[in-house]
């Protein structure tokens, strides 16, 4: 059974089955990056199932055990996946039967009855660091005097002054900046739907506004407000026979980690060790440097929970190990 096949047929489909339905449904309210992911969590478990199956079939929902669940998670151990993608993939499946439950489609949830304290998993376990002296030689390494540096270049101060998430600034459109007063303020839309206003540093505005005069653009409220300065699609689109698309084409959050990684390198840093993320962390060590206040650190960060910041914020820096001389002393060494 292919619970996502509604995103390739009809409403008479979805209708047939609630169980689809629902997989409809609770897919559909999910911001597009967490679509895809959990996405991909539902059509592993199931192709699993199938796999289980001597005839091939996969398990219907209803008919699913925490025996399943339990041999999934340990066929994904096997396989070499990381706790903490076990243990995403385990909430992937939880969730989408949380939905069954909240929709009185189905009773109980598989996932619940399999242990996961096996699973060493830190929220932030794999943030990586990024000092300013690193950013600031990725910046030297950016030409300024280019459409696509100055494009860059407000692009990494937007992650770093601003601390959002990557798909946050490359998703921004015209329409998403606007004055405020004398303060330009973006709009930003969070996790679960929410949307806010936000002030953008002066810094990061003047550096979009030059870009747009390098670039002889205009914004309109539906135009990207990073585009991308090569049409990587061109080929493919000439080689099938497909129309040009019709307006600016969105630079993507691919594109954008694949710049940065580029001027790590040149700039002498391990581009392994560079991400994306790595800039909004950065931004959260230095707001929480100059504020010394973790609920405003939390706000700066738009965290649910002031717990989460706390997490984030000691995994960045590390526990400091106060009584190493002392103890050290006391070997002689």
Request: with cysteine.
């Amino acid at each position: 059974m292919d619970l996502l096949s509604y995103q390739d047929g009809g409403l008479a489909r979805l209708a047939a089955d609630p169980y689809q339905a629902a997989a409809a449904t609770w897919l559909q309210g999910k911001p597009p990056n967490t679509r895809r992911s959990y996405s991909t969590a539902l059509r592993g478990f199931f192709a699993f199932t199938a796999c289980q199956d001597p005839q091939g079939r996969s398990k219907h929902p209803h008919d699913v055990t925490a025996l399943d669940v339990a041999a999934w998670k340990e066929h994904l151990r096997r396989r070499g996946r990381s706790d903490a993608t076990i243990a995403q993939r385990l909430s992937a499946l939880s969730s989408y039967y949380q939905h069954l439950q909240r929709v009185q489609v189905h009773d109980g949830n598989p996932v619940d009855g399999v242990g996961r304290d096996d699973l060493a998993v830190s929220p932030y376990e794999r943030a990586r660091k990024l000092t300013a002296a690193d950013f600031r030689r990725i910046l030297a390494e950016i030409p300024t005097n280019t459409v696509t540096g100055a494009r860059d270049r407000a692009l990494l101060l937007f992650y770093v002054l601003c601390a959002r998430r990557r798909s946050e600034v490359v998703h921004l459109r015209g329409a998403d900046l606007r004055w405020d007063g004398d303060r330009m303020t973006y709009r930003v839309r969070l996790k679960g739907g929410q949307v806010k206003w936000k002030e953008l540093p002066p810094p990061v505005w003047t550096a979009i506004k030059r870009y747009l005069n390098l670039a002889g653009r205009t914004l309109g409220d539906e135009s990207p407000v990073f585009i991308a300065t090569v049409d990587a699609g061109q080929h493919l689109r000439e080689y099938h026979g497909t129309p040009q698309p019709e307006g600016e084409t969105p630079l993507t959050g691919v594109a954008v980690a694949q710049s940065l990684k580029r001027y790590a390198r040149a700039a002498g840093l391990d581009p392994d060790k560079v991400s994306v993320h790595s800039l909004r962390h950065l931004g959260a060590e230095l707001f929480q440097a100059a504020s010394s206040d973790v609920r405003q650190t939390q706000l700066f960060l738009d965290h649910a929970q002031l717990s989460t910041t706390q997490i984030y914020l000691d995994q960045l820096s590390g526990e400091e190990h106060k009584h190493w001389q002392a103890m050290a002393n006391k070997l002689g060494v």
